[in-house]
DNA sequence: GCGAATGTTCAGAAATTTCTGAAGACAGGG
DNA sequence: CCCTGTCTTCAGAAATTTCTGAACATTCGC
């Protein structure tokens, strides 16, 4: 039986994989929330109600996922609450914000090539910091042909 | 002035971003601790003294480095220690690796797509699987489009 | 403006992660 | 075999992260 029961289950188990790639737990778990609902958008409310915690916790994991532009604020006539959806785009974005980390790394890095005389620690920060930048310069380019592909796969 | 202190600084400045990148804090500073020295490679004991910690802090992340199949043991013949260094891939390596993370949020998507009936939760979690799934077959073609320019770039 | 509903912030509690130090395991030389 | 140097494991200490609950802020209808 396809029940509430199992949806739940498998929205925790993915929240459960994504602290395990790196992403905070109640973030996680509010946007396995979002990913699994059928309604057009939640409320601070109904995630508290769906993921057993306090408002505050709510608003901490809401802030969090927003920022990282995964979901937006909608507005709703007629409710005084704020409604949150998922953004049509949330992968590709959050496959994009990763660039401002290795964006990051890559200035510590080049920081060490500059610091190092020549040498093998030398060759190694050239080599990290090219295959880098190399990502970093491809990776709209992906999106771009996902995209694409997937425009293309929808008329068939 | 290009001093040790510098190039020490460099290297602690690394282990933070990669720390910021959701890496465990030992686990990085030994990484930039390999990435930035000269040595042909390193001991635990070398490791200890120059992160100034304890040698069981060294072993366990010297262990978690290896089996992110960034640093190899060496043989070094006339010493009782075991050598370390980095592995000349480790960065293609470390980018491939990547993907077992995301073959594990793909398991926990693919459960969803099947749990979850026709509606909007479906077609967000089908959208998020085929996204994914672009990506892992992709990854391979991009590193290898990597290595190939740097073959070329290298023989100007 | 007032009141009610909703959202945010923050100090401290709780849980988790990370590090250490000491004990034990292991390998090689003597 | 034992001894020495080296590495690993692990229980507990320390540090950090995460969650809560209550006080405060904000917004909207009236």
Redesign the interface.
């Known amino acids: 039986m ?1 029940g509430e029961t ?2 739940r ?3 925790e ?2 929240a ?3 602290v ?3 992403m905070q737990r109640m973030g996680a778990r509010a946007l396995a929330a979002f ?6 958008s939640l409320t601070a409310g109904d995630l508290a109600d769906e993921l057993g915690v306090s408002a505050g916790s709510v608003s901490g994991a809401v802030k969090m996922v927003a920022q990282m532009g995964l979901i937006e604020r909608i507005y709703v006539a007629g409710s005084r609450r704020e409604h949150f959806r ?1 953004r049509d785009n ?3 974005t959050l ?1 994009s914000r990763q660039h401002t ?2 964006d ?2 890559l ?3 080049q ?2 090539v500059e ?3 020549s ?3 030398f060759e ?2 050239a ?2 910091r ?3 930048t ?2 970093l310069d ?1 990776a709209p380019m ?1 999106v771009e ?2 995209e694409q ?2 425009r293309d796969g929808s008329r068939p």
Chains 1, 2 share one sequence.
């Open positions: 396809t199992a949806r289950e498998a929205a188990q993915l459960l994989t994504l395990g790639a790196g990913l699994f609902s059928d309604k057009e998922m949330a992968w590709t496959y980390v290795v990051e790394i200035v510590a890095v920081n060490g610091v190092v005389g040498g093998p620690a190694r920060l080599y990290m090219d295959f880098y190399f990502l491809e992906l042909r996902f592909q997937r």
